[in-house]
């Protein structure tokens, strides 16, 4: 199954990612999985990326206005299936992300639009921040991201980005063993409890691989769904390319 069937994903979305633990990987998958089938895709986080990940995607659009942004994306997207929009260059490392209310009008050029909503530090797991995701309002769907890996383990800083978040909304303290039920409120309650009425929500967890994982994943998704998170995608990702996706 193609990551993007099992998320719901059809022509006209804007799919919005947050959380920790493979949002990257799973744009990267998508835009490839959408490309192969024939639809163009507009990739315009609202936070920093990667210019190495923007490059796997494909032609990569800088400006620092709305409109200039959006005549430099229109003319990219006829030469390429993939474009990824920015707000300027940070650094040689990084690009800068265009503002929410921007993707409403950039999202039009393309069949699919996906959005990097926030960062993670590479970690796992995250505690969603006050300000964040920085979420377009134009989103068709928001996919909270968190990694299996986590499950289990301590809250510190090598598994949790902004630990103190996480536990001032799960109750679970520093140092003590991230649970089911903590790890689904993490997605649940964090990026997704931020989500406008009538826009649809998903939660990806990543890191699953038949076995010992397949199960801590079955045990967190049946805490997302008394969350009221109905649709719950696992992944192996960002492992294996192309990655294994199950529905539970």
Do not use: C
């Not at 990694?147 to 520093?174: M, Q, W």
Request: aromatic residues 4%.
């Amino acid at each position: 199954m193609k990551l993007y069937e099992a998320l719901g994903v059809s022509t006209g979305e804007v799919v919005a990612f947050a959380g920790a633990g493979g949002k990257s990987g799973a744009i990267l998958t998508l835009a490839a999985e959408l490309q192969r089938d024939g639809l163009t895709v507009l990739v315009a986080p609202t936070t920093k990326m990667f210019l190495r990940e923007a490059e796997q995607i494909g032609a990569l659009t800088t400006a620092d206005t709305l409109d200039e942004l959006r005549i430099k994306v229109k003319d990219a997207i006829y030469g390429a299936t993939a474009v990824v929009a920015g707000s300027g260059l940070l650094s040689k490392k990084r690009v800068g992300g265009v503002e929410p209310g921007w993707v409403s009008s950039l999202a039009p050029l393309a069949d699919v639009t996906l959005v990097e909503a926030d960062g993670s530090r590479r970690r796992p797991l995250k505690g969603t921040a006050s300000h964040e995701p920085a979420l377009p309002y134009a989103a068709t769907l928001v996919v909270a991201v968190g990694n299996v890996e986590a499950f289990g383990k301590p809250v510190d800083e090598k598994h949790v980005h902004r630990p103190e978040v996480f536990s001032e909304l799960t109750g679970i303290g520093p140092g003590q063993s991230i649970t089911a039920r903590a790890f689904a409120r993490a997605l649940g309650q964090g990026p997704l409890g931020k989500v406008p009425s009538g826009t649809r929500k998903a939660a990806l967890i990543t890191g699953v691989s038949p076995g010992r994982s397949m199960a801590d994943a079955a045990v967190i998704t049946r805490e997302l769904w008394k969350l009221g998170v109905e649709k719950v995608v696992l992944t192996s990702l960002p492992g294996e390319s192309p990655p294994q996706v199950w529905i539970p």
